[in-house]
């Protein structure tokens, strides 16, 4: 079933089998914060499996661009499109949040993000990334890091 994220009373629905569910809830509500003031889209996830394509997606991006595969179980997903950016996201149990941004337009911006919640360890299979941290009002201290996309997904 579907959930519309509220950024104004932070939820952890959908997040509780995280053992950082409350900074992952907060970094959720910041993405959806995000979205809502730039774009006025209302950020809405689904459980891992109703978001299949949103998942395969992301995971074939990480697989094929830089040979990753994500150890942690994803635990929801959403993908949407605003303007002209194809947008997916992907809240894995760890605490990670990875985001794709995705151009639609021959020649524009294309690029992986990385977002550790705030209390969670690096996963061993990010640790060639560097990140860098900020703070949010939400979710607390943000790592994040990012590459750009190479090839047409």
Aim: proline residues 3%.
């Amino acid at each position: 079933m579907a959930y519309v994220v509220d950024f104004e009373t932070v939820s952890t629905v959908g997040l509780e089998s995280s053992p950082v569910a409350e900074a992952l809830a907060g970094l959720r509500a910041n993405e959806a914060r995000y979205f809502k003031n730039k774009y006025g889209h209302v950020f809405t996830v689904e459980p891992a499996g109703d978001a299949k394509s949103a998942v395969d997606w992301v995971s074939g991006i990480l697989e094929e661009e830089r040979g990753l595969v994500i150890s942690s179980p994803p635990l929801e997903a959403t993908e949407f499109q605003v303007e002209n950016i194809r947008m997916a996201y992907v809240f894995y149990q760890n605490g990670l949040s990875i985001n794709v941004m995705y151009t639609v337009d021959d020649g524009g911006k294309r690029a992986v993000g990385f977002k550790l919640s705030d209390g969670m360890e690096l996963p061993a299979e990010l640790e060639s990334f560097k990140f860098a941290r900020q703070k949010s009002k939400l979710a607390g201290t943000i790592r994040g890091s990012y590459f750009v996309i190479k090839k047409d997904h």
